[in-house]
């Protein structure tokens, strides 16, 4: 039972231009959202949260916004750099534990 | 500050022998989580446990898989009498003493590798 949806594999965009990513959730417990970042052979770095009170939280170049009605967040990196080609992981919490979606891919173009 | 610390970072075993993979969480960190992800897919849950306590272990197969966090030493997950569909990587994380809304800082991982 996939609680957590990102329904895009893999994203491609041009350096400078905004990244835009998207996840879907379906339990309404959820209280607590996290965009991680993943590198090949690496672990998932915590990059932006938010709570589930918000429904927009910015760091940098990096905003999450939240819609709970639609049970929809979503993750604006501006402007794309080329470290930012990755694997993403968008992740809820329910109480302590972490429900993550498959991860979308990012390629930035130069 | 050292990261979570994980090794060993890739591990090949036959099947039928017996996976350890440890895990060393970050200091002044007592909750431990355990995820396992497969080929193509995000992280599942499998593990909780705090110091000498197992808190919730519902991600995990019932047979063949243990995992412990004693009081001195790591976080062991041990797998027994490995298949091949057990290959995949297995993230440990931890957070500190309240997990509340804390972000989860995790190792880099254990590759395993069942041949």
């Known amino acids: 039972d996939q609680q957590v949806k990102q329904n895009s594999p893999s994203l491609s965009v041009q350096e400078g231009r905004i990244s835009i990513l998207n996840c879907d959730y379906t339990n309404s417990m959820f209280d607590y959202f996290l965009w991680y970042k993943k590198y090949p052979a690496e672990g998932p770095t915590f990059l932006i949260s938010i709570s589930s009170i918000k429904d927009k939280n910015e760091d940098g170049r990096f905003t999450v916004f939240l819609n709970k009605s639609a049970k929809h967040l979503s993750l604006h990196i501006v402007p794309s750099q080329p470290g930012d080609s990755a694997v993403y992981f968008c992740?809820?919490?329910?109480?302590?534990?972490?429900?993550f979606g498959a991860g979308t891919t990012v390629t930035v173009r130069a | 500050n050292a990261g979570v610390m994980q090794n060993p970072r890739h591990l090949v075993r036959r099947r039928g022998q017996e996976a350890r993979l440890r895990c060393s969480p970050m200091?002044?960190?007592?909750?431990v989580y355990w995820y396992r992800q497969l080929p193509e897919e995000g992280l599942k849950f499998m593990v909780y446990?705090?110091?000498?306590?197992?808190?919730?272990e519902s991600g995990m197969p019932k047979e063949r898989f243990s995992a412990e966090f004693p009081k001195e030493g790591p976080s062991i997950l041990r797998i027994q009498q490995v298949v091949r569909g057990d290959s995949a990587a297995y993230f440990c994380a931890s957070s500190p003493r309240d997990p509340g809304l804390s972000e989860a800082f995790f190792g880099q991982g254990t590759r395993l590798t069942v041949v």
């Open positions: 446990l705090q110091k000498e306590n197992i808190i919730d």
């Open positions: 200091k002044g960190h007592s909750h």
């Open positions: 992740a809820a919490k329910d109480d302590y534990k972490l429900s």
